[in-house]
């Protein structure tokens, strides 16, 4: 596995299972950028933002957890890109709404652009709108 695989992979986990910054930053540069065309992401553009939201999100739903389906380098472009299916169920106080006890399941993609073995950039492909439904937040 390359370098760039292997920090994309130990990213993907610390922030998938709410680490948040602090854990996350080791594997970025510090003024990494983010992007999602997503609501619920709306006006996160940087990447230290986007994973205390995945921290704060796992506060409120406990038993979130995910799956990595697939990951893979495209050395050329000095990019990774990983899909993975989160779920769990909304159970503790905190988020939009009070908790609502319905539970959810997402596919979701990043694909992750390096710059001296680091993360630069990080975009977000989710449909963020079928999972707040199934939260029952919409």
């Known amino acids: ?14 922030c998938e ?32 933002v986007y994973c205390e939201w995945m921290k704060n999100l796992l506060i409120i739903i406990p038993d979130g957890k995910y799956e990595l ?18 779920e769990g169920t909304h159970t503790a106080e905190g988020g939009p709404v009070p908790p609502t006890g319905n539970s959810f399941i997402a596919d979701y993609a990043y ?3 390096f710059e001296n073995g680091l993360i630069k950039h990080m975009t977000k492909i989710w449909n963020d709108t079928i999972s707040v439904q199934q939260l029952g937040w919409s």
């Open 1 to 14: 596995m390359s370098n760039t695989l292997e920090v994309a992979h130990q990213f993907f986990d610390a």
């Open 17 to 48: 299972t709410g680490k948040g910054w602090n854990f996350c930053s080791k594997y970025c540069h510090q003024d990494a950028t983010f992007s999602s065309q997503t609501s619920a992401l709306e006006g996160i553009t940087s990447l230290d």
């Open 69 to 86: 389906k697939f990951i893979a380098a495209d050395e050329e472009r000095n990019c990774v890109a990983a899909l993975g299916i989160i």
């Open 111 to 113: 694909n992750m652009e």
